[in-house]
């Protein structure tokens, strides 16, 4: 999974759906003590969290709480302020078939099966 900084705009950058896009919805705030939070925040000693613009995790994390209530987790609150928005990778969901492609922009900014 990866997850793109959106800074304090939680309008999603990736997803083209008008529901996702909707700004009156109501974002979920992750808990402090979630894995995905400490992910995302990537606390220092002091606890100041180090927001990096892209974060792509490389396990798979437990949920916490209100997290373990979502099937897909469109834009995510870690502070106030401050969103993710989750992307996942292409091709990874597919719908009856079995001769797939990956087809990529010229500018390799977008995918799609």
Request: aromatic share 8%; glycine share 6%.
């Amino acid at each position: 999974a990866r997850y793109y900084l959106l800074g304090g705009n939680p309008k999603p950058r990736f997803h083209t759906d008008p529901s996702v896009i909707d700004l009156t919805t109501k974002r979920v705030v992750l808990d402090s003590r979630s894995k995905l939070y400490q992910k995302l925040c990537n606390p220092t000693q002091t606890g100041e969290c180090q927001f990096g613009a892209s974060i792509l995790l490389d396990e798979n994390l437990a949920c916490f709480g209100i997290e373990c209530k979502l099937s897909i987790p469109i834009v995510i609150q870690v502070k106030p302020g401050v969103f993710y928005e989750y992307v996942q990778r292409s091709c990874v969901q597919l719908a009856f078939s079995q001769d797939h492609k990956k087809v990529t922009t010229l500018a390799n900014s977008a995918h799609m099966c």
